[in-house]
């Protein structure tokens, strides 16, 4: 059995917790981009505060794509090419940007932290977005012959 | 001049000159090499994951035809390794290197019906591209044209957001 999913969620699991400790900060990604985002749209002395920090972490996730990408060491875990065409592109990313701002959350935000911190709040979210993942897929798939 | 890292609760510069400001800047500038570290394992944690892979979410979320449950592996790993350090830890009256626990949100149990309706729509368009933020953003070096699309409709979506969410106020 291919353990490399449990090994890598263990890593997140890690790598989140870390900023919980020595930061205190919760590692949910749509909130650390959207923060930043609004810093650009909406500064504020408040949220300045926090764009540092967000900076750093986004970069760590972009030198450690390079280091996915592009080094032989993980080559088997090289990041893959969506099948989904340009426009289905782009209706995903607008819903996934302003869903999950809307939704306080995203898979590691609510999926990982706060399933983990026993919140009955991102428990129900999970369980709704991925729910509704599925049914998605289902039906594109299934019924409409998309996604393949 | 040195800075101690917490022990009882609170940092303390041993010289005491200027030490309110100097200790803030020195946890400040730990924090965010910290956060560094923090997201690169959690992008090399995401690559091990699979979840870089559109193909591998989008099978996770096939339940009604060939279902590749690999990921609740992933869901698993992160669950219980989080939740372990997190209550070693959350007891403490303060993170290491902060002040307190004000950026920790309480724990909720109620959601709006708008944050429902989030959920609903970002769970459709996870499943559309299979891409959800934190895979899309450490896939970008990959140059691949998939990611940069999504990634730029995905900020466009945020930036709606805030625009949507101030014309409220």
């Not at chain 1, 990041?79 to 996934?96: K, R």
């Not at chain 2, 609903?120 to 990959?142: D, E, K, N, R, T």
């Amino acid at each position: 059995m291919d353990l490399n999913p449990v090994y890598g969620g263990i890593l997140i699991g890690v790598a989140s917790a870390l900023l919980f400790v020595f930061n205190g900060r919760i590692a949910g990604i749509s909130g650390i981009a959207g923060g930043l985002l609004r810093q650009v749209v909406f500064p504020s002395q408040r949220v300045e505060k926090e764009t540092f920090w967000r900076l750093s972490f986004v970069l760590g996730l972009i030198i450690g794509g390079v280091v996915i990408a592009h080094t032989g060491v993980f080559a088997e875990f090289a990041p893959t090419a969506s099948a989904a065409s340009v426009p289905l592109l782009v209706l995903a990313g607008l819903l996934v940007g302003f869903g999950t701002r809307l939704g306080w959350g995203c898979t590691s935000g609510h999926g990982i932290c706060g399933i983990a911190r026993f919140s009955p709040r991102s428990l129900f979210a999970t369980m709704i977005f991925v729910g509704t993942g599925m049914v998605t897929v289902a039906v594109l798939r299934h019924v409409f012959g998309l996604l393949n | 001049m040195t800075v101690s890292a917490p022990s009882d609760g609170a940092a303390h510069a041993s010289d005491g000159q200027g030490a309110a400001s100097l200790s803030a800047a020195r946890l400040r500038a730990v924090r965010v090499v910290v956060s560094f570290v923090s997201g690169l394992l959690f992008a090399i944690g995401l690559g091990i994951s699979g979840m870089v892979r559109p193909e591998k979410v989008i099978g996770f979320l096939d339940v009604t035809g060939n279902w590749d449950p690999a990921l609740i592996g992933v869901m698993v790993g992160g669950i219980l390794s989080y939740a372990l350090i997190h209550a070693l830890y959350t007891s403490k009256t303060r993170p290491l290197f902060e002040e307190d626990w004000r950026h920790i949100p309480r724990i909720g149990r109620d959601l709006p019906v708008n944050a429902v309706v989030g959920n609903v729509l970002f769970g459709a368009g996870w499943a559309l591209a299979g891409y959800c933020p934190g895979p899309a953003i450490v896939s970008v070096s990959s140059g691949q044209q998939s990611v940069l699309i999504f990634v730029g409709a995905m900020l466009g979506g945020l930036l709606l957001y805030e625009f949507w969410e101030r014309s409220r106020a």
